[in-house]
């Protein structure tokens, strides 16, 4: 069946460090959002991508959408303490389709 | 912050016992689901409804039913529950049109002795 891999599963970044994690589809997306959740609490919407090659900003996180819309990724700049948290991304082949979640990437800062 | 709420937030129970997971969501949403999420792990669909009296089994196999008879109520049933229960059960909404974002629940975390 269709499945979108998400890489890391962990990533251990001093504070400050940058944070990448990506996804892959197996198949075309017709979008892909992005969602975070912090430890205890639950996912938490943060961007949806649709167009081939887009990419947007908010702030410290820039997320991309690949030019075959097969795979994203999720970009953080100089992280903070309030950005730890499991990152997911969520793919789907359109409205009538039923969102395929990657397995998450851990945000660990170092102490 | 999303109008969706769960209860209860935590629940421990014994095997053998049927248990309703309650869900409910003021957003007026069409779309309504069911996920299952270990500690870390990631989300597994278990149910899913487009609205009123639809409702539809996800992508893990699950010993649950649903039912959605009014919009803004998807309660999740447990007819036995079984240690393999144990888990965080979150219900989340989102509009029917384009895959629209998703709002989640605090979820319930369930834990079966």
């Known amino acids: 069946g269709q499945q979108v891999m998400q890489i890391p599963q962990y990533q251990h970044v001093q504070e400050g460090e940058d944070f990448t994690t990506y996804c892959n589809s197996s198949?075309?997306?017709?979008?892909i959002q992005w969602y975070k959740q912090r430890p205890g609490g639950h996912p938490v919407f943060l961007i949806q991508?649709?167009?081939s090659g887009e990419v947007k900003k908010q702030k410290r996180l820039t997320f991309q959408f690949g030019e075959a819309k097969k795979n994203s990724s999720l970009h953080i700049t100089a992280t903070q303490t309030t950005d730890v948290g499991t990152y997911f991304c969520?793919?789907?082949?359109?409205?009538?389709?039923?969102?395929?979640w990657g397995a998450g990437t851990k945000l660990i800062i170092k102490p | 912050e999303a109008d969706i709420y769960q209860t209860p937030r935590y629940l421990v129970i014994g095997t053998g016992k049927k248990i309703t997971l309650e869900c409910s969501q003021t957003?007026?949403?069409?779309?309504m689901y069911w996920y299952q999420q270990d500690p870390g792990m990631e989300l597994h669909l278990i149910h899913y409804?487009?609205?009123?009296?639809?409702?539809e089994k996800g992508d893990l196999s699950s010993e649950s039913t649903v039912s959605r008879i009014r919009t803004e109520h998807f309660p999740l049933t447990l007819e036995s529950a079984r240690p393999s229960h144990t888990s965080q059960y979150l219900c989340?909404?989102?509009?029917?049109?384009?895959?629209?974002?998703?709002?989640f629940g605090p979820g319930t975390r369930l834990t079966v002795l």
């Open positions: 969520a793919g789907s082949r359109g409205s009538n389709y039923q969102l395929i």
């Open positions: 198949t075309t997306l017709s979008n």
């Open positions: 991508l649709v167009k």
């Open positions: 957003m007026g949403h069409d779309k």
């Open positions: 409804s487009y609205g009123v009296n639809s409702t």
């Open positions: 989340a909404s989102s509009k029917r049109a384009n895959n629209n974002e998703q709002f």
